[in-house]
């Protein structure tokens, strides 16, 4: 089984006929397995090319450079992220994610009234003392989110809606941009150790740029198949939101990142709506007499749930405030709904 790689081009033309197919070929992709290619989405390659070179620089500093930057030291979840900071396991597995991470968002003021107010995920971002790479995330971050607009009508239209129908719902959105470095493993020990452990992602769906192998998604039969990368594609994959909002319609399917023997970097954009948004099936799409799949739940707080869930300082953080970590929301999209890591591949 193969991914589709879908045209985006007419999505920013007039060619209705052509939109048409668009749309029909991402409905298809998005229900069969929640995971296609998106070529010419209008992303400069230069961007890239800059995103790339800012990354490498970043992470090849010492790590006493590194650590001023950390995640915990930041009010609303910004910064370096250092290996084995994050899992996708419960606490007592002790499997620990290789990867280091910087993690950016929308770039707020520090007077924005909701990062006042102590909001988790909005906010300033945290940006580390290297000459010309605020600029240049930031550029990428502002590219990637445009892509993410037009991609959002897509998906609107193939839910059957109009085009626009979820801007409202993203005027300050919690979308996350990360850059993301997997060491070079030459051993590659098969010792229970991934790159990403198994899982869905939180928001509305993923636009993911990488430079090397190492993705896997769980196909219709259970079984893990690789999801190489594309040449000037990007890697796109439906989130809990989309897949709450359509009913279960859409799929959430579950990936992770095996460890590779060659260095790697790998750029997700989990583009998100506002925070308070309220996302319940849409009512097309629950058939008179029978219950939704998902109940109403707020996008935000669902993302918040997740994220202190997966973070070992917001894990702690939470205990020493005497706050369950596990939530509503987490029932919905929990542990239950991640593909066992012992799925062969």
Not at 179 to 186: A, F, S
């Amino acid at each position: 089984m193969s991914l589709p790689i879908i045209d985006l081009s007419p999505m920013f033309g007039r060619d209705t006929a052509a939109k048409a197919r668009l749309v029909e070929e991402i409905r298809l992709a998005a229900t069969a397995n929640g995971f296609l290619y998106v070529i010419n989405h209008g992303v400069p390659e230069a961007l890239f090319a800059r995103l790339e070179a800012r990354a490498k620089e970043l992470f090849a500093q010492p790590d006493d450079f590194k650590l001023r930057y950390h995640i915990a030291r930041s009010t609303n979840h910004r910064g370096y992220v250092p290996p084995g900071e994050e899992t996708f396991y419960d606490d007592d597995i002790k499997r620990n994610d290789t990867k280091e991470c910087f993690d950016t968002a929308l770039d707020l003021p520090a007077d924005d009234p909701d990062y006042l107010a102590g909001n988790l995920l909005l906010g300033p971002n945290v940006w580390p003392d290297i000459p010309g790479f605020a600029a240049d995330v930031t550029e990428y971050y502002t590219a990637v989110m445009g892509v993410g607009r037009v991609l959002l009508h897509a998906f609107a239209l193939a839910l059957g809606l109009p085009e626009e129908h979820f801007d409202r719902f993203v005027t300050k959105p919690t979308s996350q941009l990360r850059l993301i470095h997997y060491p070079r493993d030459e051993k590659r020990v098969d010792d229970g150790s991934l790159g990403i452990g198994s899982h869905t992602d939180y928001e509305c769906f993923t636009l993911l740029h990488v430079t090397g192998p190492g993705l896997q998604v769980v196909d219709v039969n259970g079984k893990w198949i690789d999801a190489p990368p594309v040449p000037g594609a990007y890697v796109v994959n439906i989130g809990d939101m989309l897949e709450a909002w359509s009913n279960g319609r859409f799929v959430a399917t579950s990936h992770r990142v095996v460890k590779t023997p060659a260095e790697r970097y790998s750029f997700p954009l989990f583009f998100a709506v506002d925070h308070d948004t309220v996302v319940a099936p849409l009512p097309h799409f629950v058939p008179e007499g029978e219950t939704p799949k998902f109940a109403p739940l707020s996008a935000g707080r669902h993302l918040e749930a997740q994220t202190i869930r997966t973070f070992r300082y917001l894990r702690k953080k939470a205990r020493d405030a005497g706050r369950t970590v596990l939530s509503a929301e987490d029932i919905q999209f929990g542990r239950d709904k991640v593909a066992d890591p012992a799925v062969s591949a």
